[in-house]
């Protein structure tokens, strides 16, 4: 499965912004989809994770209660709502896709918070 992120861009802290993870090829549906960042010097860090089903949904702490993942699947497509979102949350974010051993990341999508 290929995946292309998108929706990125410059906001000031307190805004909002949704990401999308389209993905390309087959048995899309049955891979667990999540979204991760990395920000500039720092390690890739796990944000969010949604089921195959989209039945259950995980959070890191640090982005709990303020962002919320969720999927389409007719559409292929997993979404990230940001709000409230801070300056920390400043990074590049990507989606990756797992189904057994099989990974597949997509490309990432910057997002700027200014303060």
């Known amino acids: 499965v290929q995946l292309q992120a998108s929706g990125g861009g410059l906001v000031q802290a307190g805004d909002s912004l949704r990401l999308s993870c389209t993905a390309s090829?087959?048995?899309?549906?049955?891979?667990?989809i999540g979204w991760f960042r990395q920000a500039p010097g720092k390690e890739r860090e796990y944000v969010a994770g949604?089921?195959?089903?989209?039945?259950?949904?995980y959070y890191d702490d640090s982005v709990q209660g303020r962002f919320t993942i969720s999927r389409n699947i007719a559409k292929k497509t997993v979404y990230l709502q940001m709000n409230s979102l801070k300056p920390e949350d400043t990074a590049v974010y990507y989606c990756?896709?797992?189904?057994?051993?099989?990974?597949?990341w997509g490309q990432g999508t910057q997002v700027t918070v200014s303060s």
């Open positions: 990756k896709a797992v189904r057994g051993i099989m990974t597949s």
């Open positions: 090829g087959n048995m899309y549906n049955r891979y667990r």
């Open positions: 949604i089921s195959w089903s989209g039945s259950s949904t």
